[in-house]
């Protein structure tokens, strides 16, 4: 008996609401029932496509997997419209697209490229040392710094949200600009019950952009309140903002040593990988050549690869 190209399954058990509402909502695709007994596997199939199926097991694990999905009936159904849209198109592609040995060399390709980089990055992580010192890193910064400005204004300091009527204001301006741990202290413990948004970030510099998304001033502004440091106040109508900036970095400048180190690893790291990498390539083509594996047809060709050895 032929089958439809596509086939909807409803041997199904009682399932979640989920799929009973991707099952009505994708009925309208049955175009005819197949006769043929298949095996699945165990497997609960939900929809084929000649021999090509999916599975409710394989639509479960998604939905467990990932916990942002909010409307899990109307994800499900997205998903197995997509799955058919795909499997579909690639099977009209197969029979409008002749098999060609431009195909078959694009494929021979791939696969060669994909062979040459999990082999290169299983060789990266099992032989070859990643430890960048803090020596190196210095080193490297100070041999360019000219490579490292500041893409983006950064600061270090304090940051408070108060409501307009907010106990003790004169007392909180003291603490904010004090380096005194018992005043940073009376500021920590005022802050657990009188301010919407403490930030402490006097040992880490955080983003200007950070700052301007929680107040009423755009980044240009805000750049030009901070850029003299010290206590920044603003006030809406609905907040106080209080700023102690005690360090400030605009766009433009040298970039700091801290904030430069994880870009100075990566760039040693990947210097180190590709110097690794073109040695092991040196040391197989040697090799090869040694051995006698690499056979050079003409005596000229092989006169030019033995000088430049």
């Not at 609401?17 to 695709?29: F, Q």
């Not at 197995?80 to 098999?99: C, F, G, M, P, T």
């Not at 657990?192 to 970030?201: H, S, W």
């Not at 047809?297 to 000088?307: C, I």
Request: proline letters at 2%; a negative charge; aromatic letters at 8%.
């Amino acid at each position: 008996m032929s089958c439809s190209v596509v086939t909807i399954f409803v041997r199904m058990k009682p399932y979640k609401r989920i799929l009973n509402l991707l099952l009505a909502a994708i009925v309208a695709l049955v175009a005819s029932s197949c006769g043929e007994q298949v095996d699945h596997g165990g497997k609960t199939p939900l929809v084929g496509v000649g021999n090509e199926y999916l599975y409710k097991e394989d639509v479960e694990q998604l939905l467990t997997s990932n916990r942002m999905i909010k409307d899990s009936a109307e994800f499900v159904k997205e998903y197995i419209s997509h799955w058919l849209e795909d499997v579909l198109l690639y099977r009209q592609a197969k029979r409008n697209v002749a098999q060609s040995k431009e195909i078959d060399r694009l494929i021979q390709n791939y696969k060669k490229s994909l062979l040459l980089n999990l082999y290169q990055e299983r060789l990266v992580d099992q032989q070859l040392d990643k430890e960048i010192t803090l020596e190196e890193i210095t080193s490297f910064y100070e041999n360019n710094k000219a490579m490292f400005r500041m893409e983006e204004s950064m600061v270090k300091g304090i940051f408070l949200k108060l409501s307009l009527k907010a106990p003790k204001l004169e007392s909180v301006r003291r603490w904010c600009k004090s380096d005194d741990p018992a005043e940073l202290e009376k500021l920590e413990k005022y802050t657990l019950t009188n301010a919407q948004i403490y930030e402490y970030f006097y040992d880490d510099w955080q983003p200007l952009s950070m700052l301007a998304s929680k107040i009423t001033l755009s980044e240009d502004e805000l750049n030009n309140k901070v850029a003299s440091k010290g206590m920044v106040e603003l006030k809406d109508t609905s907040a106080i903002y209080l700023m102690n900036i005690t360090d400030y970095l605009p766009v433009g400048t040298q970039k700091p040593l801290d904030l430069a180190e994880a870009e100075i690893q990566e760039l040693l790291v990947n210097s180190r990988k590709a110097e690794f990498l073109q040695r092991v390539k040196k040391d197989i083509y040697t090799d090869a050549i040694n051995s006698g594996e690499v056979v050079f047809y003409g005596k000229e060709q092989a006169s030019d690869q033995t000088t430049a050895e």
